[in-house]
């Protein structure tokens, strides 16, 4: 019964690769998003798509390239794999337009480039 | 645009001592404030919320006041438990600007020791 979906919860992988992290909602959110945490805790957005649009793309490099197939799904992928993309990433998704609405989060996935 | 400060952490405190964590913002329109709490290896988690001036957030003992004059959101707990050991983000949210995407503070990660 997870609200937010995430798989793996780790990814170890070398430098120069290409990975996909998927997420997945059952909130029945029509906003989901991508967070990238660094290992002091600060947490950076990504992507944000509205119903299948993206409607936030920050200045992220354009190896990472998100795609939502449907409003419930938000995957993530990865080229050509950098140290510095070792983080972790979020997904989460909220239902905006309803004053107050929190998002809610997935429980991460750990990235390791090495 | 918007912006959240809050106090520098770590904080660490002995159990049943006083919390406080300082939390202030910058918004342009009227926004929702949150205050998100993460677990050591989980994803962040709504603990309480206000959305507008006035409004008290309670949830778990802890209590957040959205205060318009002095534009603070801060954190108080009058008996803490080594349970809430974790990492405390203040966020707001905005939905006349950018499309409701939230802002984070930096998190102040908190330690209750026995």
């Known amino acids: 019964d997870t609200a937010v979906s995430q798989t793996p919860k780790y990814l170890v992988t070398q430098m120069g690769n290409d990975k996909s992290i998927k997420c997945e909602q059952n909130?029945?959110?029509?906003?989901m998003y991508w967070y990238k945490q660094d290992s002091k805790k600060f947490l950076k957005i990504m992507f944000s798509?509205?119903?299948?649009?993206?409607?936030i793309n920050e200045t992220v490099p354009n190896r990472f390239s998100p795609k939502s197939p449907d409003k419930a799904h938000l995957n993530l992928h990865i080229n050509s794999l950098e140290l510095g993309d070792s983080a972790v990433y979020f997904c989460?998704?909220?239902?905006?337009?309803?004053?107050?609405?929190?998002?809610?989060f997935g429980n991460g996935t750990r990235l390791t480039v090495t | 645009g918007n912006s959240v400060t809050q106090m520098e952490g770590p904080v660490t405190l002995s159990e049943e001592a006083f919390l406080t964590i300082n939390c202030t913002y910058t918004?342009?329109?009227?926004?929702?404030l949150f205050w998100y709490v993460q677990y050591p290896g989980e994803g962040l988690q709504l603990l309480l919320k206000?959305?507008?001036?006035?409004d008290k957030g309670s949830n778990k003992g802890f209590e957040a006041t959205y205060r318009k004059e002095t534009t603070s959101f801060h954190l108080e707990k009058g008996s803490v438990q080594v349970s809430d050991s974790a990492v405390y983000f203040c966020?707001?949210?905005?939905?006349?600007?950018?499309?409701?995407?939230?802002?984070f503070g930096d998190g102040t990660t908190l330690t209750v020791k026995p």
């Open positions: 989460a998704s909220s239902q905006p337009g309803q004053g107050g609405s929190p998002l809610h």
């Open positions: 798509y509205n119903n299948k649009e993206l409607i």
């Open positions: 909130l029945g959110h029509d906003t």
């Open positions: 966020a707001l949210s905005d939905l006349s600007t950018n499309a409701g995407k939230s802002t």
């Open positions: 918004a342009t329109g009227y926004p929702s």
């Open positions: 206000a959305t507008k001036a006035d």
